[in-house]
């Protein structure tokens, strides 16, 4: 079974550029999450998605949005890029979201990250 | 709030040891804790979840935790190290309500031959 994945593997952007990052679940999974691993800041839930629906969002500006689309992929956005935001964006998915109630505890897959750089 | 902490940054550990990374929770409600362990350069893999039931949780690659509801806390072990084992590792806890985890800060763990 493919686990989840990421693309690309790497990025280099300058400040004030938009990043887009993708992510595939698990087949299976509907829901996704987002989270940010930046040196000295630990990791840090961006978003979580389900069914289509941003079901809630980590303390980031509205800077940081994102979409899950009907086959459950789904897309990062980081609009005008600040220096700050250079990090190792982990996506991870998981089976049973809303569907297994607010309460789930089933585990989240993770995939390789795709590393920002932002000159 | 819910949160995790673990109390050391790093771990040192000489092969074929027992060996225990530390993990202390606060939550409300019922917890619900994991953890994952993250190679160099790589994204995090699961090793093992709490949820409810016995309080010894057996994982991935040997790797064991032991629930403790009196003392707050879910260290992770494993009776027999492996210099391969030398990794970061987290602990986290799932909200309840908004399907996050919140992780610990990490531990490096360094298993040395």
């Known amino acids: 079974e493919a686990g989840v994945t990421q693309s690309p593997t790497h990025l280099i952007k300058t400040r004030g550029q938009q990043a887009t990052l993708r992510c595939s679940p698990i087949?299976?999974?509907?829901?996704v999450y987002w989270y940010q691993q930046a040196l000295g800041l630990g990791l840090q839930f961006l978003l979580w998605?389900?069914?289509?629906?941003?079901?809630n969002r980590g303390n980031f500006p509205p800077r940081f949005s994102g979409r899950q689309f009907p086959n459950y992929s789904s897309e990062l956005n980081v609009n005008a890029l600040e220096l700050e935001d250079s990090a190792l964006y982990l996506c991870?998915?998981?089976?049973?979201?809303?569907?297994?109630?607010?309460?789930?505890?089933?585990?989240?897959?993770f995939g390789p990250g795709t590393r920002l750089t932002v000159l | 709030a819910q949160s995790v902490a673990q109390p050391e940054d790093q771990v040192n550990v000489a092969e074929g040891n027992p060996l225990t990374v530390k993990c202390t929770y606060s939550v409300s409600g019922n917890p619900y804790l994991f953890w994952y362990v993250q190679y160099p350069n790589r994204g995090l893999q699961f090793l093992l979840k709490?949820?409810?039931?016995?309080?010894l949780v057996k994982g991935s690659y040997g790797f064991e935790a032991e629930f403790n509801k009196s003392q707050t806390s879910f260290h992770l072990k494993k009776p027999s190290a492996l210099v391969s084992d030398s990794a970061l590792y987290f602990c986290?806890?799932?909200?309840?309500?908004?399907?996050?985890?919140?992780f610990g800060q990490g531990t490096e763990l360094s298993v040395k031959p």
């Open positions: 998605y389900d069914e289509g629906e941003e079901r």
């Open positions: 986290a806890v799932r909200e309840s309500q908004g399907g996050k985890l919140i």
């Open positions: 087949s299976g999974h509907t829901s």
């Open positions: 709490y949820i409810t039931g016995d309080n």
């Open positions: 991870a998915s998981s089976s049973a979201g809303l569907a297994g109630g607010y309460g789930s505890y089933n585990e989240q897959f």
